[in-house]
């Protein structure tokens, strides 16, 4: 089992619709938990970080996190054509605060 | 605020040559920076955790003497590729950790490709 997994898509949503992208972990000793949005060729951009269970909204995302069902989401309301990427998913390694598990990324894909 | 910037954005070096990447905290100190590299289509790969003004900390597999990491100043960390091989071209990216921050922040990537 993967520590940190997502499915890897590609996710195609409708333009303006919402898009809902899910991650699971193994270790239930993790506190942080972030989301990240990779474009193709270019560098990881922090998009929402949670620490405690329930919703966080920023703008048209929105973190969900499940402590006891081991599971962190990201919803993305209107989905623009620029939000096409791959989202990865991290927690933080137990025992160590600031080092990260990455999950491999779902790819999204919004489609006009 | 947090922007971290790398040096260069893309190199190309021969086999057998060093190269130096520069990784800088612009707005804010970095008391960690976290190296990684990255192959096309593949997740993020942990390479090293450096801490300001200690030796930096790699992950099993990543060859130390190969990969020399120095984190000198809360705002400055380089990682060079000594004696670099075709194999090592990838996409290298740091990222950076503020004092009590547990968000990271990844600057805009290097590049390499060995020939």
């Known amino acids: 089992q993967k520590e940190v997994e997502q499915n890897s898509g590609p996710l195609s949503v409708p333009e303006g619709a919402i898009a809902s992208l899910n991650c699971t972990y193994s270790?239930?000793?993790?506190?942080?938990f972030f989301w990240y949005r990779q474009y193709s060729g270019k560098s990881p951009e922090l998009i929402m970080s949670i620490y405690s269970n329930g919703d966080k909204e920023d703008g048209r995302f929105t973190a969900q996190l499940n402590k006891a069902s081991q599971y962190v989401s990201l919803l993305i309301r209107d989905s623009q054509p620029s939000d096409s990427a791959t989202y990865l998913c991290?927690?933080?390694?137990?025992?160590?605060?600031?080092?990260?598990?990455w999950g491999a990324g779902t790819k999204l894909i919004i489609k006009p | 605020g947090a922007v971290v910037s790398q040096h260069p954005s893309w190199v190309i070096c021969k086999s057998g040559t060093s190269v130096k990447i520069e990784c800088r905290s612009l707005?804010?100190?970095?008391?960690?920076m976290f190296w990684y590299r990255q192959f096309p289509k593949q997740s993020l790969m942990l390479m090293a955790t450096s801490n300001e003004g200690s030796k930096a900390t790699y992950e099993q597999g990543v060859e130390k003497d190969k990969f020399l990491i120095n984190h000198a100043s809360l705002t400055l960390s380089t990682l060079t590729v000594t004696s670099a091989h075709p194999e090592d071209s990838s996409f290298y990216i740091c990222?950076?950790?503020?004092?009590?921050?547990?968000?990271?922040?990844f600057g805009p990537g290097t590049r390499l490709t060995v020939t």
């Open positions: 990222s950076a950790r503020g004092r009590g921050a547990n968000e990271q922040y």
């Open positions: 707005d804010f100190q970095a008391t960690t």
């Open positions: 991290a927690v933080n390694r137990r025992g160590n605060n600031y080092q990260l598990i």
């Open positions: 270790d239930r000793g993790s506190q942080s």
